[in-house]
């Protein structure tokens, strides 16, 4: 039977990377067709490259706390692997703790920059910079979530995949 910490992460991982994926999916789309016009038609509208700034930005911001309790980011953890037991639970709960204060802060400084710049319009596009500016608060709340979720426990690496 599956914990409910396990079944949560069940649920929210795969709803993250498919939004990210769908994100990235329309990113390559838009840049597509910014080279499309440019190359064939002579010119590429200005929204394109600001629209897949956005994008790609939202994409990584959604994808980051799926990733991180995969353990497929880049980390070094040999001194996990060196260190005894002991040192090496103590070291685990060091970067949770380190990950879910960093993200949680970055949540909270990120939507109160978002909202601090909904005066200003981007050039491209024309809307508000908060719209694309909140991808970095529910990013950084992803984060949390999932690191929150997946506890002080080993981070799995390569190879445990293996």
Excluded: K
Aim: with cysteine; proline share 5%.
């Amino acid at each position: 039977m599956m914990s409910l910490r396990s079944r949560v992460l069940a649920i929210s991982r795969p709803v993250s990377l498919s939004i990210a994926g769908t994100l990235l999916f329309i990113d390559l789309a838009v840049i597509l067709y910014g080279v499309f016009t440019r190359y064939l038609l002579g010119g590429a509208p200005i929204w394109t490259d600001e629209l897949a700034r956005f994008l790609i930005i939202g994409c990584v911001m959604l994808a980051a706390g799926a990733v991180w309790v995969e353990g497929g980011h880049m980390r070094v953890a040999l001194a996990e692997r060196l260190l005894p037991m002991r040192l090496s639970r103590f070291l685990n709960l060091y970067q949770w703790l380190l990950t879910v204060t960093l993200a949680v802060g970055g949540a909270i400084i990120s939507y109160r920059y978002a909202l601090s710049v909904s005066m200003f319009t981007s050039s491209g596009l024309g809307i508000s910079r908060t719209i694309p500016m909140l991808s970095l608060p529910i990013g950084f709340a992803l984060l949390a979530w999932h690191a929150l979720w997946y506890g002080p426990a080993p981070l799995p690496t390569v190879e445990d995949s293996a």
